[in-house]
């Protein structure tokens, strides 16, 4: 009966003895896992909500920026400089990256021999506060594996790895801090767009206070027309959003740089606030085709673009107005008369008693289909489009003041004795400048819209074709 009992004991004393060891151990991996716990605990370099910080200052290789966040403007702008778009990308992620940095790995206590040895005595740091609270970190170099970059907190004398990741964007240059937008405007803060080619406005337009898009310049013919918003609104949307494929420079020295001593065109942008942003546009280099430079006058900043996307600068005012002109009620004419090249013709209306007459033939005898084609003469020759436009032709403006120079005249007689005489000049052979009461518009008209289908001749043509049949 010894043996068995001598055995327990044995078993008894081993198993409290593995008790005792796993306890031993047990404590020694918890020791060891707080340990490591804690120490990566440390390595947590702030823990912030970035939604809540209102400024954020850096200083890095470019210089010292200081940028506030606009609570009304819901936008991030910077303080001292000038005429500097801030990315809102950027900041996003500057605070994004900040507010949950964590070191990969800790080097220690360094003295200021060694900070200097890890690029810490550069002074290059980024301070973001909320108002009340400063985290700021200090940036030193890159590491020879280019792996992490050395840096420290503001109030720990301890030397971190952070990942050269999230280190990229702590050292951000210009071409990372500027907004890469053509202007830095949203589409609603605009007020005017002005493009100036060779030295003369060729798009010039403002908004009101209806929000609608119209002519700023309101002498002439030019300046009685509708502007046509949608198409206005098309320009507008591309420049506040259009961006910068790349910087070029951000200080041109010379602006016979890149060709801007003699720009292709420029751009003035304003807003409601007064502000305005002046660009210069260049086609300039071997890829002229595909790129265009673009300078930010007020900066100095050399961006390039595709040129299909700036090819607004091609156009004039005919490309944001509405195309129709000469809008008139047949209700309101008492006739027209014409010289259509060496043919006259004359027209009565009297729409009262629906009684119109074709060179003295009654019209409306003829029934409806007759007075079908004269209703869509009328109108066809009353919502005249147009096709470009060009205000300083010379001829245009020496031949206006005879009508003996008018290979096409159109004289409208209202019900009120008033009249209203519209010339057609030829200068090419589709072409044709557009006078109204002996002063150029600045139109040009080509023919398809005098004679080609659905043209007002060819509804004559049609009338007089219907009206011959009937005769015979």
Request: charged share 25%; hydrophobic share 35%; glycine share 6%.
């Amino acid at each position: 009966m010894k043996k068995p009992i001598i055995i327990a004991i044995v078993l008894f004393v081993l198993a409290v003895g593995s008790i005792s060891a796993f306890f031993v151990v047990k404590s020694s991996q918890d020791e060891k896992s707080a340990a490591t716990t804690e120490k990566l605990k440390s390595y947590s370099l702030f823990d912030f909500d970035y939604s809540n910080i209102t400024s954020i200052d850096l200083k890095n290789e470019n210089g010292e920026y200081n940028i506030v966040y606009s609570a009304e403007q819901s936008a991030w702008k910077m303080k001292n400089h000038e005429n500097y778009p801030v990315s809102l990308d950027y900041c996003n992620s500057l605070l994004t990256f900040l507010s949950t940095l964590t070191a990969t790995d800790d080097l220690g206590t360094a003295d200021e021999a060694k900070k200097a040895d890890y690029g810490l005595n550069n002074g290059y740091y980024v301070n973001v506060s909320d108002g009340v609270n400063n985290y700021k970190l200090n940036i030193g170099s890159i590491t020879p594996t280019s792996d992490n970059y050395y840096v420290t907190v503001e109030g720990r004398d301890t030397v971190y790895l952070v990942d050269a990741y999230y280190g990229c964007v702590l050292v951000a240059n210009d071409a990372m801090i500027r907004n890469a937008n053509m202007v830095g405007y949203t589409d609603s803060e605009l007020s005017r767009i002005r493009v100036v080619r060779g030295g003369k406005d060729v798009i010039d337009v403002t908004r009101n206070n209806t929000d609608m898009w119209e002519s700023t310049v309101k002498d002439g013919v030019l300046g009685k027309l509708y502007v046509d918003t949608t198409k206005v609104s098309t320009i507008t949307n591309l420049i506040t959003r259009l961006q910068a494929e790349e910087f070029v420079t951000f200080k041109i020295e010379n602006q016979s740089d890149y060709g801007f001593d003699k720009p292709y065109a420029e751009l003035y942008v304003y807003t409601k606030d007064n502000e305005c942003t002046h660009l210069l546009f260049s086609y300039y280099g071997e890829n002229s085709d595909m790129y265009t430079h673009v300078l930010d006058a007020d900066t100095g900043v050399v961006g390039i673009y595709y040129t299909y996307d700036v090819d607004f600068i091609e156009g004039d005012m005919s490309d944001v107005l509405y195309p129709t002109f000469n809008e008139e009620d047949i209700d309101t004419v008492s006739s027209i008369d014409m010289k259509y090249h060496d043919e006259t013709i004359n027209f009565t209306f009297d729409s009262a008693s629906s009684q119109y007459t074709l060179n003295g033939e009654d019209v409306d005898v003829l029934g409806a289909e007759a007075c079908d084609y004269l209703t869509n003469f009328f109108n066809a020759l009353s919502y005249l489009s147009f096709d470009g436009i060009d205000p300083e032709a010379p001829e245009a403006f020496e031949k206006a003041a005879d009508e003996a120079n008018y290979d096409i005249t159109i004289k409208y007689n209202f019900l009120d004795g008033k009249s209203k005489t519209i010339g057609f000049i030829k200068f090419e052979e589709n072409k044709y400048y557009l006078v109204i009461n002996s002063e150029y518009t600045g139109l040009i008209i080509r023919e398809k819209d005098i004679s080609g289908t659905s043209s007002f001749m060819y509804w004559y043509d049609m009338l007089v074709s219907f009206m011959e049949q009937k005769k015979s």
